[in-house]
Structures are given as structure tokens and as C-alpha cells.
């Protein structure tokens, strides 16, 4: 809608500056009184050596626009009320119109692919990775609401140095059968006491080593006990994503570029970038350390299993875009694997793109793997399930798929948790602050949606032919809002910010409320048709941002 404000206002100004130009100068004024859209006056004044009061009454006294009622010019701004009756109009019937496909973008853009969650083999998904899981399939979805098609892609942990280690830990300590048991479990365990060990015996790192050459190798042993760790790990992360409800295109793990770095390596040597360092071999950054590409024992890194990955990427996808989404300490390691393929000469290597977050907080502090500190997420989400039920036994104990529901409830909460801060903070984890109804959580969206839908099932569903007429100053910013989602859509992809649509779903259902507490939506009276609609296109616009987030809506909870 600013769009054609903008064009407008460029006419009255005899095209000296675009409409692309005034689009990024157009404000929301501080409060709806002094209009729907501002435009300051004050950059063309310094242009045009004019008093910015001048340029404003010039401009007010000549725009004119469809969708605008009327303009006044005030202190060097132009203050713009838009037509409240054909704005309603346009924004309600065009969501009844689009339904779920409301800001969708429907031209084909191409792929972009996402390497997310990728949790390590035989160590306990953390919280950490659940940070990643949630954003990276939150991009996702809105990649392809923005028109691309999203390849997921899981870069699972099956390989490297820690394999070594759990190797060496499982034949001097492990028990098979405790392990077959509970696998994740005792292969931490047995992890975290090859560390304890370690810094006695520095010889167990040496072992560690030793027995990662041999994996690399083909040694048959290694090569089982590796395949038994991996194949018992993945089915403890399967019930995890089912239960998210996120699904992954290809899970193709460290491991199975193994095959693929001879030729990497050979490609780096003929290029000239490899450079022998104390019997390693490395690439020379520009500004930041060497990349290591092989050990002095010929062992590769992780950094050569990503320089592979990303090759083969390239080659089966062809991407606009390469997301990987990691934790904001991996930044060094994205940097340099970047650069590398620069100097490799690939021009697509401007298409990666690190999505770095903040770290998961408990009682301020960090949550770690080595030395056993560790909060598991598949009991964070039975507790938020178990939580949400005990909600539900209280307030409403007669509703029907009371564990469905709360399950949708819990790994709501949950994710919410995670979205509506800016990924890079770090977000304290908070059982009770992530369950709170009346707090800014999932549950308060989802309950706000639910409400809707209540009210929605006791009357005649609107239809996108009606006329519907503006419904009063509590409403009109709800139209606003209404109308800003397509943008909010395009821009949580532009700046990879999820945050950006858990924000927008938080304003959009507080809002409601708000006009909810104060009118009745059901009084039989000629307006009735246009707060049903206003209803109906606002559960519309908060299931599918919620269904963005990858959180689901029950209709009643
Ligand atoms: N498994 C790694 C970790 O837990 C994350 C992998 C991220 N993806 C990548 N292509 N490096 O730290």
C-alpha cells in the first residue's frame, strides 16, 4: 500500500526523486492521530535548499490517491489518513480471497538450500541444536513462502576426531549391553569419561587419533563399532523430529564425503593454494588463521568435510542461496571455508551464507556436552507436553485429543521460546516463562487463534464478496497490521529473522484481543459481517504465521 503513496507523492514533486526513494523515507507516525504515513520532509530540504515546511505544504496540497482520504502538512512532515473504507475493504477481502496463501510469493525464485539441526552422532541432542533445528526450519518455510524451494538438509556428526575418542572409550569401558539399552545415554557417558581421563593419561588422545585414522582407513572393527554408534543414535533423533514435526530432505553426514576429499585435496593442490606446515597441509587466509585441510597424519578436518559438502552441493542443487545455520562460535570456521572457495574461483561462493545464533543460556550459563552439564531436549519437550496437559485436565478437561492438543501445546511453547527474540541473543530457558498463557509465548498465540476459532464456529463464515465497512479506532490498526504481513514475509527472508513473523504473531493476537475485550463480536447488528471477517482474516494471518515458525494451531485447546 505504500507502494502507490509513494509513486504519488514522487508525481507531486515532478519525479526530482523516485518512489523507490520516497518508499524508504515514509515513517508510521507516532500515533494513528497524526495519520496512517508520514513523510519527513527534511533530507529533500537540505537537497533543495528549501524550508522542509514549504516542501510538505507543497506536496500536501497536490497528493492525491485512490486509497487516501485526506493530507496534512505539519511540521515538515506530510501526514497522510488513508481511506479507512476502502483500505478494510481491500485488506479483508483479499485475505478471505488468498486464504493460507495471503503473502505468498508465487513466482518460481529457485532453491536454497539448509544445512540445520545437524547434531552429532552418539553425543545427546542438546538444546543447543534444538536452537538450530527450529531456526533453520523456520527459514525454511519461509523460503518457500517467499517463492523458493528449500532443500533441507541435515549435516549430521558422523564423523571425525570424537569418533576416535568414543572408540578408544568403548574398548576400555563400554558395556555393550547397557549401551544397547540406552545408547545415547551410556555412549555420553563413556564420552565424557574418556575427557575426565584424558587429562591424566594425554596418551588417550594420542589412542583417540590413532583409531580415527583407522575409521578413515577402512578398518573393519572401527568401521562396525562407528556404524552401530550412528545407527542407534539416528533413531533417538528420529523420535525427536517427529515429534517436532520437521522432516529433512537428505540426512548426509560428515561421513559421507569421506570418499570425496582426495579429490578436493588434489583440486586445491593443482590450484596452487595448499601449503605444507609442519607436515600439515593449509590454505593462507587473508585476515584471519589458515584454514587446515589435513593433518600431519593425513587425517582430514572438519573444515575439508565441509569444503566437500559445499562442492557437492553446488554441483546437485545449484543454488540461489546456501544457509548454514550454526552457532555464532563456528563463525571463524564459515568465514574461512568461504574464503576458500573463493580462492578456489568458484563465483557462487558469494551465495553462502553463515546464520549465526546465540547460545542457550541455564542459570546464565552456558550448556555443555563435555563435561556432562547437559539439558536434554527430549526432556525439556516431555516436560512443556506434560505441563501444557496439566493446563488442559484444569481448564478445559472435556475437550477431545487432549494429548494431541498437548502435545501441540508443549513443542510450541518450546519453539515460540526460541523465535521471538533476534537469533543472536542469547535466550535464557525457562520451563514456566515458555508455558505462560498471558505472557508472549506460543500458548498465547495459539490461545488467541483457539478463541477465534470459537467464535468463528457459532456464525455464517464471511465471504470475500461482502462489503465490509471500517469497525472503529480498535480495529483500524488490526487492518494495518493485516495488511504489513506479506512485507513481514519478505523481509524475515531478507534478513534471515524469524523473529520477525513471532513478532508480528505476538502484535497481531494482542491487538485482537484488545478490540475482543471491548466489542462484542456477535451482536446481531449490520456490522456484524465485518468484525467476523476482520476475525476470520486475523486467525488466517496467525495460523499461518504460526505454521512459518513450524507451530501448529489446534483449534480448540
Ligand atoms: N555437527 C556440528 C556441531 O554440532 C554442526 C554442523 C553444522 N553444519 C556444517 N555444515 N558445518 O557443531
Given amino acids: 500500500m505504500k507502494k502507490p503513496i509513494a509513486d504519488s507523492i514522487a508525481v507531486a514533486v515532478k519525479q526530482q526523486i523516485t518512489g523507490e526513494e520516497i518508499l524508504l523515507l515514509l515513517e508510521k507516525p507516532k500515533s494513528l492521530e497524526l495519520g496512517d504515513v508520514a513523510f519527513p520532509c527534511f533530507t529533500l530540504a537540505k537537497v533543495w535548499k528549501q524550508s522542509p515546511q514549504s516542501i510538505a505544504a507543497d506536496i500536501a496540497s497536490q497528493l492525491n490517491h485512490d486509497s487516501i482520504q485526506r493530507v496534512q502538512a505539519v511540521g515538515g512532515y506530510v501526514n497522510i489518513f488513508l481511506d479507512q473504507q476502502k ?49 533453520g526450519n523456520a527459514l525454511a518455510n519461509i523460503a518457500e513462502k517467499n517463492g523458493y524451494q528449500a532443500i533441507r538438509i541435515n549435516h549430521l556428526g558422523d564423523w571425525g576426531t570424537q569418533f576416535g575418542k568414543l572408540i578408544v572409550a568403548y574398548q576400555l569401558w563400554g558395556d555393550k549391553q547397557a549401551i544397547s539399552a540406552s545408547p545415547i545415554e551410556e555412549l555420553l557417558k563413556i564420552y565424557v569419561k574418556f575427557h575426565e581421563e584424558a587429562e591424566q593419561d594425554p596418551t588417550l588422545n594420542e589412542q583417540a587419533r590413532a583409531a580415527f585414522k583407522a575409521l578413515e582407513d577402512g578398518n573393519e572393527e572401527a568401521q562396525a563399532l562407528w556404524q552401530w554408534f550412528r545407527d542407534v543414535s539416528f533413531i533417538e533423533f528420529q523420535t525427536i523430529y517427529e515429534l517436532l514435526g520437521i522432516h529433512f530432505d537428505a540426512f548426509i553426514g560428515e561421513a559421507f564425503y569421506n570418499d570425496k576429499m582426495p579429490s578436493v585435496v588434489t583440486e586445491l593442490k593443482e590450484k596452487g593454494l595448499l601449503v605444507e606446515s609442519e607436515g600439515a597441509y593449509v590454505v593462507e587466509m587473508e585476515e584471519m588463521p589458515p584454514c587446515l585441510i589435513t593433518k600431519t597424519d593425513g587425517a582430514t578436518l572438519y573444515a575439508t568435510r565441509d569444503l566437500a559438502a559445499a562442492l557437492y552441493r553446488q554441483q546437485h542443487y545449484q543454488p540461489q542461496k546456501m544457509f548454514y545455520v550454526v552457532g555464532n562460535e563456528q563463525s571463524l570456521h564459515f568465514k574461512q571455508l568461504f574464503q576458500v572457495i573463493e580462492k578456489m574461483g568458484y563465483p557462487w ?71 521471538k527474540y533476534h537469533r543472536l541473543n542469547d535466550i535464557e530457558f525457562s520451563i514456566e516463562q515458555m508455558m505462560n498463557f498471558e505472557g508472549e509465548t506460543g500458548p498465547y498465540v495459539q490461545y488467541t487463534y483457539a478463541r477465534i476459532c470459537s467464535i468463528l464456529d457459532k456464525a455464517n463464515a464471511p465471504t470475500q464478496d461482502m462489503t465490509f465497512t471500517p469497525l472503529g479506532e480498535q480495529a483500524w490498526p488490526i487492518i494495518l497490521l493485516l495488511e504489513q504481513f506479506p512485507k513481514a514475509v519478505v523481509m524475515a527472508f531478507e534478513q534471515t529473522d524469524p523473529s520477525q513473523i513471532a513478532k508480528y504473531a505476538l502484535q497481531l493476537a494482542r491487538l485482537l484481543n484488545k478490540y475482543y475485550a471491548q466489542h462484542k463480536i456477535l451482536a446481531d447488528d449490520e456490522q456484524q459481517a465485518s468484525r467476523l471477517a476482520l476475525c476470520r482474516c486475523v486467525a488466517i494471518v496467525l495460523k499461518e504465521s504460526l505454521a512459518l515458525l513450524g507451530i501448529e494451531s489446534p483449534e480448540n485447546m
Fill in 87 to 135: 483500505v478494510t475493504q481491500q485488506v479483508l477481502r483479499k485475505i478471505l480471497r488468498d486464504k493460507q496463501q495471503y503473502g505468498t510469493t508465487p513466482t518460481k525464485m529457485g532453491t536454497v538450500v539448509l544445512d540445520f539441526s545437524s547434531p552429532n552422532i552418539a553425543k545427546p541432542f542438546s538444546m543447543g541444536h534444538l536452537r538450530s533445528t527450529v531456526i
Fill in 349 to 419: 561462493a558469494k551465495n553462502l551464507q553463515h546464520v549465526p545464533f546465540g547460545m542457550m543460556l541455564k542459570d546464565g550459563k552456558k550448556m555443555s556436552t563435555r563435561k556432562g552439564k547437559v539439558v536434554l531436549l527430549a526432556d525439556v519437550l516431555a516436560e512443556a507436553i506434560a505441563t501444557a496437559k496439566r493446563n488442559i485436565e484444569e481448564k478445559n478437561p472435556h475437550l477431545p485429543n487432549k494429548e494431541r492438543v498437548a502435545q501441540q501445546v508443549g513443542v510450541g511453547a518450546v519453539i515460540f521460546n526460541d523465535l
